[in-house]
């Protein structure tokens, strides 16, 4: 094992420890407080907003598998990772100013971020994968990809109990969802919809948009992009 193994080994280790460790009382509160609101929010409301994300989604994802480039076959892992890296900073800094552009534009711009945001985000886990040697085109290698966007914005008890399924994902894909529209759309949209609240809510205040929203874009691609990345990785060394 070389020193860059060794460098990915432990850099892997240190993000399972992370997915792994148990909820925080703060993370706890926070959570229930979400959940009775969520509750009170009339269930058709729910499932329209359930199915706008999944629609859109569903758009991203069969748009970008005749874009991203073709799987990666003859490169090092070393090589792989620094064009990952690349990719990873491209998507963050286009997230970034995208995040101020709509920030500035107040309440009714804050909510076109949603959809580019989105948007980004999805591109960009295509891209990572076809870096990686992977074929997205495959349905089971799209799910995956849901799950890693669903651990990145999720509670802490939620990414418990999703880095299980991603550190065996061999053995969990023939109990995978039969199609797109069997899979759990209501708790993806949930899970992302809490997250984003809390990190951007402020985003649609006046003056202070802009700034709110370079800074939350950019962080919420970079966490994306590392936990796809370590994603792959468990993914790819443990072969």
Do not use: C
């Not at 860059?4 to 460790?21: C, H, N, P, R, T």
């Not at 959940?35 to 329209?48: C, G, L, S, T």
């Not at 963050?92 to 949603?114: K, Q």
């Not at 997250?195 to 929203?213: E, S």
Request: proline share 3%.
């Amino acid at each position: 094992m070389d020193n860059y193994d060794q460098y990915i080994q432990a850099e892997v280790g240190s993000w399972l420890f992370q997915m792994k460790k148990p909820p925080s009382l703060g993370s706890k509160l926070t959570n229930g407080v979400q959940k009775k609101i969520n509750d009170w929010i009339p269930e058709k409301v729910h499932k329209a907003i359930t199915t706008a994300i999944e629609n859109m989604v569903k758009a991203v994802s069969t748009g970008s598998s005749w874009v991203v480039p073709r799987p990666e076959q003859n490169m090092s892992f070393k090589e792989r990772e620094f064009k990952v890296r690349n990719r990873i900073k491209w998507y963050r800094n286009t997230a970034s100013v995208e995040g101020a552009v709509t920030g500035a534009g107040g309440i009714l711009m804050g909510f076109a971020d949603f959809p580019a945001f989105l948007t980004i985000k999805m591109k960009m886990l295509f891209d990572i994968a076809a870096l990686y040697g992977v074929n997205t085109k495959e349905y089971q290698e799209r799910l995956f990809l849901l799950y890693v966007f669903q651990l990145t914005f999720s509670s802490q008890q939620r990414k418990n109990n999703l880095i299980e399924l991603i550190e065996n994902w061999e053995s969990h894909k023939e109990s995978l969802p039969a199609s797109m529209d069997e899979f759990d759309w209501k708790t993806f949209q949930l899970d992302y919809r809490d997250y984003i609240d809390l990190a951007k809510l402020a985003q649609l205040i006046p003056l202070i948009g802009a700034g709110v929203g370079a800074i939350a874009n950019y962080r919420l691609t970079e966490q994306l992009g590392k936990n796809a990345m370590n994603a792959f990785r468990l993914r790819l060394l443990t072969q």
